[in-house]
């Protein structure tokens, strides 16, 4: 996965923290999280704020 794949981390995010609002996480955790996932591997530098919120946007989404 890289970080353009907003849709498929929000999924795998869902699938491994079901007991957590998407709307109440700060980016910080979301980043570790994300660099945890397996399958991830993209550069960790790459990330930004905006792809963050893409990520949060399409979790919060999948958890409606």
């Given at each position: 996965?890289?970080?353009?794949?907003s849709?498929?981390?929000?999924?795998?995010?869902?699938?491994?923290?079901p007991?957590?609002?998407?709307?109440?996480?700060?980016?910080t955790?979301?980043?570790?999280?994300?660099?945890?996932?397996d399958?991830?591997?993209?550069?960790?530098?790459?990330?930004?704020?905006r792809?963050?919120?893409a990520?949060?946007?399409?979790?919060?989404?999948?958890a409606?």
């Open positions: 996965m890289k970080w353009t794949d849709q498929r981390i929000a999924e795998e995010l869902f699938d491994q923290y007991d957590v609002d998407p709307k109440t996480i700060r980016f955790d979301l980043y570790d999280w994300i660099l945890k996932l399958g991830f591997n993209d550069d960790p530098s790459k990330c930004g704020e792809i963050l919120e990520i949060q946007l399409a979790w919060i989404e999948e409606e």
